[in-house]
Structures are given as C-alpha cells and as structure tokens.
C-alpha cells in the first residue's frame, strides 16, 4: 500500500539533511515539528487507505429485510491525524424513516470524530476552558479542533460519562479498610440569567448570580506519618459533583462510598464544615459514621465568641483565644462551654442574647468536636481535601473570569473533570457507551 511510495516522512528528512548540512545546527526545533507535521499526514493517508478498502469485513455492512442501500456515501471524520475523508455504505429503511452507517457505528464515531480524538477533546476539555483546550491540542499534538468543536463534543459525552461514573463496578478490596472517609463540601458557580430564574442569592436586590455546586470526595487511610498524623492513601480520592437536593446528591455520594468499600472499613468518617444540610445528608445516608467538624471552623467560630467578650487585639483577647483553643484542641468542650456561659451570662441583655447564640454552635456540634479523642484515633480532623477539591476539581475550571453557565454545560464539564482528577476517565470513558452493540441482521 504506502510502502511502496516515497512517504512525507522520508521526504521531509531528506529535505532536513539538506538543510542542516548547510545551515548547521543552530536550532533543530523544527526538525521534530516538521517531522510530526509530515507523520501526521502519512497517517491520514495511510489511515483513509485502510478504512476505505473495500475488503475489509465491516460489522452489519449488509441490508436487512426492508432496507435499502446507498453505496459509497462520502463523509469526513476528524482524527488526531487530521480530517479523513471516507466512503461507506448507508442503508435506508423507509418504513420507518431511519437509516445507518455500519461503518460509522464500527469506529465509535462521537460528533464526526475517532473515538481516541474524541477522547483527547473531552480530555483537554476538562482540563481547561474550550478555547485554551483548543489550542492545547494544536501546540501539543499537532491537532486541529476549535473550541466551538470541544463545546458540542463535551454536551454528548459529558451525559454518557456521568452514567458510566455511576455504573463503576465495586473496588475489590484485599483487606478491609482501616478508615474511610466521606467529605463534603459546596461551593458557587456562576450561571447565565436563565439558570438562576426564581432563586434568591446574596445581591442587594436579593437575586442570585451563582447557584451552589455541591462536592463529595471520597477517600482512604491505611498509616500514619512518624509524628501520628493521619497519611490519606495515594491516588485514593474520589469525587462526585451535583446541582440537585442535598437529599439526592446524599444517595448518589452513599453508592460512591459504598462502590470504594464502606461496607468493608471498619470505620466511616464523616467530615464537614458545619453546614446543616451536611450533617442531615450524614443522618440519612451514614448514620454508622463517626462525624467531624472540620476543626478550622471550629477556631473561626471561637475566634468571635472570643472577640465577642474581649475587644480584638488586647492582651486579653489573646490570653482567653489562647486558653480556650486549647480546650478546643483537646476536644474538652463541656469545660469551654460551661466557661463561656458563665462569661456571657455577666454582659448586659442584648450582646448577651448574640454571644448565646454563639455558644448554641458548639453546643450543636459537641460530639462532632472531640478533636483529642479523634487525634488520638489518628484521623483527620480537618476537611482540606474537599475545601482543595472545590478549588481545583470546581474553581479553576468553571469560575474563571467571564464565565456564565447552563445547568447542562456546567455538569457535563464537571462530571468530565471529577472523573479525571479522581482517576476514573480512562474507565469510564471505556464503558460510556454500550460494550456491544447490535449488527446482527
């Protein structure tokens, strides 16, 4: 077939050879540019010769009762190689007004593209806003796609991701885990006018301009570090993301934690911010795990309880803060607590009322504040890898300046780029659509 022609590649080295004898090597940059540049179009070339040929065995390429078929219909598909253009066979079935491209079902076809080129697109997309996902894929592989190709790309596979996501089948485990983590998080994303019709936000007027993306991670521990500090599992998080009810996002978050071996851990943690619908999420959906305030915002919480009795930045302030931080950090809140109170109950009627209603958080949250017993447990008592994720998997994606979003576009980006930061596209992009399918007659 190519063989026996002069490819683009040995002319372009023959070309190179010149020109280097000549020039000399000041730079060879262009020696591998120009190289990949010719590859690339001795494998479109040889790519076309093999899917045109008219010998090989294409699945389902006969008609069926009632269909009609149309030889050699030309069309073009894009590769990593560049456009192909290629001719195949349609059939035609007029009753019930549908046809089929055998050819095109065989290659996995996604919008007009390859699925390993479709796979790079929905890879870049996920990295980076469409455009820079563009141009990354020209600068990096050579490969020419615009944005707007990305865009419709990621709104078909985004769905089928998502599913395939849902579907992983259960890790299987070796030993049951020591601890399992479940963590949770929400963070804003920024939406278009349509997307936030009848919800209140924070605006003066009291409209929104965000709608809150909820985040659950995932994740094991097995050691700790030579000081006692809990260690998280190398490459073990996990993320889910969602627009929908705590309540739904809960049961979805329960099958993820359940798929990474909860059933078998011989303890849950659940860790939050303080959020009241986490904790309601926690008691429908992980009553047996053992619950943890982020110990953070416990700090932030105390830290105005104390700025509430003591002016900030007095001596005072800081010997109180100082003291009952490490009541705090020993997990001793009863004594904080009953402290506290006889403080406030000395201030007259109206910042009494306001220091109360302070208290009533670590009041609400005793249990989940242990952070001396849960220290000595080795567990983490601070919920970082979620607060990260909503930066990362969340933030750097879809909150960049100018952005606006649909419900839609949003998700499918970021079910794409929750399984690609937690280490699952490869798979899922493998079982996104189904393993068979149908080309019997």
Known sequence: MATALVTE??????????????????????????????L???????????????????????SRAGEKCTRGVGCQVGSVFGPLS????????????????????????????????ARLMSRAAAQSGYQEASE??????????????????VQVTGPQIERAQAQAPAVELAAPLPVLYVSVDGTGAPMVAEALVGRTGKQPDGSAKTREVKLGCVFTQ???????????????????????TAADFGTRLRQEALRRGMGQSRRTVLLGDGAAWIWELGRV??????????????????????HGLEAQGTASAQRLMDRWESWLWAGEIERLIQTAQRRVQSLSPSPRAERENELKYFEKNCQRMRYGEFR???????SGVVEAGCKTVI?????????????????????????????????????????HLDFAA
């Open 9 to 38: 590649a040995e002319q372009f080295l023959n070309l190179a050879r010149e020109r280097l004898s000549v020039q000399g090597w000041d730079s060879a940059e262009w020696v591998e540019m120009g190289l990949r540049e010719a």
């Open 40 to 62: 690339h179009k001795d494998g479109r070339r040889w790519l076309e010769g093999l899917l045109n040929d008219p010998s090989l065995p294409v699945p389902g390429d006969r």
């Open 86 to 117: 290629l001719r195949r066979n349609y059939y035609h079935r007029a009753a019930a007004g549908a046809g089929r491209y055998p050819l095109d079902e065989a290659l996995g076809l996604v919008e007009g593209c390859t699925p390993m080129l």
């Open 136 to 153: 990354d894929l020209r600068v990096y592989g050579g490969i020419v796609v615009s944005g707007r190709q990305i865009h419709r790309l």
């Open 222 to 244: 097995h050691v700790l570090d030579e000081e006692g500090r809990p260690v998280r599992d190398p490459a073990s998080t996990t993320y889910l993301c969602g627009l929908e």
């Open 285 to 306: 959906n992980f009553a047996h795990a053992l619950e943890i305030l982020d110990y953070y915002y416990g700090r932030e919480h105390l830290t105005d309880l104390v």
């Open 376 to 382: 000595k447990l080795g567990l983490f008592i601070g």
């Open 395 to 435: 933030g750097r994606r879809v909150k960049q300046s100018g952005m606006k979003w649909t419900e839609p576009g949003l998700l499918n980006v970021l079910h794409t780029r929750c399984t690609l930061l937690g280490g699952q596209f490869d798979d899922c992009w493998a079982r996104r659509t189904p393993a």
